[in-house]
């Protein structure tokens, strides 16, 4: 998938393989959350929910 008007796509690069959380929403509280498990150097995570014409703050974390 990619960008629509209520969710896009974001993809990131680790140098060792990690988690991925991508946690999102209006600032200053973001109050949502995507988490993927598997370890891996390439991520990908599909965001939903989003409201057209509205900006989001996005935080990327990584565990190993």
């Given at each position: ?26 600032a200053?509280e973001?109050?949502?959350?995507l988490e ?19 900006t ?9």
């Amino acid at each position: 998938q990619g960008t629509s008007a209520t969710g896009t796509k974001i993809a990131w690069r680790t140098l060792q393989p990690t988690t991925s959380v991508i946690e999102y929403g209006l600032a200053p509280e973001l109050g949502m959350k995507l988490e993927a498990d598997t370890p891996r150097t390439d991520h990908a995570l599909q965001l939903t929910g989003l409201k057209p014409n509205t900006t989001f703050i996005i935080g990327l974390a990584a565990r190993r």
